[in-house]
């Protein structure tokens, strides 16, 4: 299954990391930019061939190393369907390269809708006699606010079509607390979704053990999430928060069970920003990105429990 | 401000109701898909544009009645870019016919990530020096899950430039009361989501007395619609869940305030697919369209209070 393929390949490279592709205008080396608008002008379309070519380079230099990418729909959605269209064709290029693709949609909604979500990112799609692709990804981060009918659709495609989904339990930013901290009896809220989350999830559990429905669990509170991860054995936690938002890799250890599995971390602007730092204007963006992620993998491998 | 435009249109049309465009290659008529398939095969493409050539004929029939649109953006989004891209066409002709867009995309993120989506669908982006739009709807639904920092960057791009959110506060799906109804010391999680909301949007309160915050409130839970509208009365609700989903205009009435405003009330199948039910094969999807929607504007009529 879905979630076992992404353990074999964290075991297989050593590395439980995903590199996460959030591209910004100013995230992209400069002379990138320019030679786009230079031939297409500052528009959405110069820019949307930008964020190819430098997600095209960022797999290039990754792929052998790091064993996903998690590119953010956010930031391409942001471009209208020119970075829709450039976010569909830089993760075709990343799945030819072998990397496993967590698209972060966090999408949620209820009944058909989910399903058209599920289809859309992780299933099939009837046109006539044809059943075609939109995306394709791997696997998807979901939000479940609206219970267990936003979740099924995606499981029945995760059953379906061999992919897995990651929904959001306690996220990494400030005001997670808000909601997701509120006492409910003797528990968390988030507590409660990662609950009904590996019930839901009980039913497509693969045989590393882990179910097709993940679990999004940020680095930034790490006693929370070494609770979840006592609580959700079978649950793959997917990590965001690490490096620039604050969390650190002593942190993250807290996620991985006693085999040094059951979870991935990611990091965005430290692997893809890391050319800022260097003096070389981004010329340097590749071989940049790569110390970076070599440096986290050896963070990481530092931290986790034996297998 | 954009809610008050919302609220002055609804008041001069006398019509408290937006027709959501939820396509599905099934609600769409035969002759429409089977002559873009003609042409360019059993493709996302075809099925794109068949979308769209749909969504121009509802809003042709609909416009000078109804006076907004909620497109499902999961539908479009199912067939890939291609259906974003009919989606962005199809709302820039329902904005030219001067209907109000409400963007059903549900997006939830943080802080850099929810200002892109918000950058995306309600402000504008900065490509060298040139600032551009993405999909430049008129308000969007949203998330909050991840608290108020994934709420606080589109209300940021809603006072710049004159748009709306409405954030899921109690959602017309039977399971939404596994999590949105739990218990949080005397209150329900989805008063307590109301009430952050409401407070996050009294920084923007236009001069129809009504925040650009607004919310997702069912109509399929009537007494705790009537207790929402009691407890927020500065918060305009979208309501979803009349006619297919079950919802009546006696359910709803709950939802207007004693000015007889404050609310619209969706409906989507019962509009769109109303042609599925003539036995003309779709050849009049757009009369059968216009008096679906005729009908619905008197039965919502029969229960408002009066201004």
């Known amino acids: 299954m879905s979630i076992d393929r992404l353990q074999e390949k964290i075991f297989a490279l050593g590395n439980p990391s995903v590199f996460g592709l959030d591209p910004l205008p100013e995230y992209i080396p400069p002379h990138i930019m320019a030679r786009h608008m230079a031939e297409k002008g500052e528009t959405l379309a110069a820019a949307a061939a930008a964020y190819e070519e430098f997600g095209r ?10 064993p996903a990418v998690k590119p953010q729909s956010a930031f391409f959605e942001m471009l209208g369907p020119e970075g829709v269209f450039a976010m569909q064709r830089t993760m075709a290029y990343a799945k030819e390269k072998g ?18 979500y599920s289809a859309a990112y992780l299933g099939r799609v009837q046109i006539g006699s044809a059943l075609l692709t939109g995306f394709d990804f791997d696997s998807v981060t979901i939000n479940a606010y609206l219970g267990s009918d936003g979740v099924r659709p995606f499981i029945e495609t995760c059953k379906k079509y061999d992919k897995a989904i990651f929904a959001l339990v306690k996220t990494s930013n400030p005001s997670s607390k808000e909601l997701q901290d509120l006492s409910v009896g003797s528990e968390k809220l988030y507590d409660i979704v990662g609950r009904l989350l590996m019930a839901l999830g009980e039913e497509a559990i693969g045989p590393s053990g882990y179910s097709c429905v993940g679990a999004v669990v940020g680095a930034t509170y790490p006693e929370e999430l070494r609770l979840l991860r006592e609580k959700l054995p079978r649950t793959f936690f997917l990590v965001p928060g690490y490096g620039a938002q604050g969390g650190a890799a002593g942190d993250v250890a807290a996620a991985f069970d006693d085999r040094g ?3 991935i971390v990611n990091s965005s602007r430290g692997i893809i920003c890391a050319w800022q730092k260097t003096g070389h204007e981004g010329r340097d963006y590749m071989e940049a990105a790569r110390a ?12 986790l429990p034996r297998k």
């Open 57 to 66: 380079g960022l797999i290039d230099a990754l792929c052998d190393i790091v």
């Open 99 to 116: 990397l496993y693709i967590i698209g972060d949609v966090k999408r949620g909604d209820i009944g058909s809708t989910a399903a058209a």
């Open 261 to 263: 599995g059951g979870a």
């Open 292 to 303: 970076a992620a070599l440096a986290m993998r050896e963070d990481l491998i530092s931290v």
